[in-house]
């Protein structure tokens, strides 16, 4: 795909929505970090359910770890992989207190430290919280990616690495938040919905549903 058909995608993208943003819930760059672990293998629905009532009692690093481990359980009990993420949150709280003085630090590598926070996780807490030009690619934006033409490769890290490359400047802080809203409504899994969608003529997917 060339860099004006590139260009062009994002500026419809753009215009129909202005500012884009994530659909988790939060208020501070710790509630993120804490919304996106959950979020893992589970919707952001369900996600903004259990930190609704979480945050109302724990929305600080030292809060949760006065919930501790036990205590955190009964707040995303209904989150999958609820075990593992209590966990990975409790040693993440611990470290955010011990080493940044509760504070979410603003660096890849000291995101990616933390338990239960891998590189994407790492992009969406750097684009989100602290407006980097970062794009986390999950499996919406991997299909998006791959589906149309615009960069397409065989890992997450491919279709980053191919991103970070095509999509021009002035879109890279938002690219993230558009290409998953359109994964999630319009470009759908199953069978996406090329009827309604923006970009249908500048797409190179060979099996359109056009109907």
């Known amino acids: 795909m060339d860099r004006k058909t590139v260009a ?5 993208l753009k215009r129909q929505n202005p500012e884009p ?3 988790l819930v ?22 903004n359910k259990a930190t609704a009532e979480l945050f109302r009692v724990a929305n600080t690093p030292e809060a949760i770890l006065a919930l501790g481990e036990r205590g955190l359980k009964k707040y995303i009990k209904t989150i999958g992989l609820f075990n593992t993420k209590a966990k990975n949150i409790i040693q993440t709280c611990r470290i955010l207190v011990e080493r940044y003085g509760g ?9 990616e430290s933390l338990p239960g926070v891998g590189r994407k996780t790492a992009n969406v807490v750097l ?3 602290f407006g980097h030009p970062t794009i986390a690619v999950d499996t919406h934006i991997f299909r998006v990616a791959n589906r149309t033409g615009l960069a397409p490769g065989k890992t997450v890290r491919e279709v980053e690495d191919k991103l970070n490359t095509v999509v021009p400047p002035r879109y890279r802080k ?3 938040h558009w290409l998953i809203l359109h994964g999630r409504y319009t470009c759908t899994a199953r069978k996406p919905r090329c009827g309604s969608c923006i970009i249908a003529d500048l797409c190179e997917y060979p099996e359109k549903h056009l109907d």
């Open 127 to 129: 684009n989100t919280a």
């Open 8 to 12: 062009e995608i994002f500026r419809r």
């Open 103 to 111: 504070k979410v630090p603003e660096e890849r590598k000291a995101l």
């Open 26 to 47: 939060y208020r501070t760059p710790f509630e993120l970090l804490i919304a996106v672990i959950l979020s893992a293998q589970a919707t952001d629905k369900s996600v």
């Open 21 to 23: 943003t994530t659909e």
């Open 174 to 176: 938002d690219a993230h």
